[in-house]
């Protein structure tokens, strides 16, 4: 009986060590962020100040004017509840051209932007 307590002891106390070494963890380390981030980064890619990919201004407002708001109608200013995208995302080799771009709802552009 006393040997049959201590097998059931020691196996219990065994569990956590094997969950912990084959469980997987849903936080990878700052060290494999950064080696994915680098391997998906656009090495051509024009950079502003921040490191971010540089947008062109001017063909935002080209899509913006030949393109209105489909919450508004309008051609020229904010648009609630859209955000101006890229079909071909720039990192991907997109162009930064009107005709790469789209209207998207927030939760729809969130949704790509996880996924990209």
């Not at 060590?17 to 084959?22: P, Q, R, V, W």
């Not at 963890?25 to 080696?35: D, E, K, M």
């Not at 004017?65 to 609630?80: E, I, L």
Request: with cysteine.
């Amino acid at each position: 009986m006393n040997r049959l307590i201590l097998l059931l002891l020691f196996t219990l106390a065994l569990v956590p060590f094997a969950e912990a070494k084959g469980g997987k963890s849903s936080a990878r380390p700052a060290a494999t962020r950064a080696a994915k981030s680098r391997a998906t980064r656009c090495a051509t890619c024009t950079r502003n100040r921040k490191g971010h990919i540089a947008r062109s201004v001017s063909a935002k407002r080209s899509f913006q004017k030949s393109h209105p708001c489909p919450s508004t109608g309008k051609t020229a200013g904010a648009c609630p509840g859209y955000v101006i995208d890229h079909v071909v995302a720039l990192k991907r080799g997109g162009a930064d051209k009107p005709g790469n771009m789209q209207w998207q709802t927030i939760a729809a552009a969130k949704a790509k932007d996880k996924v990209e």
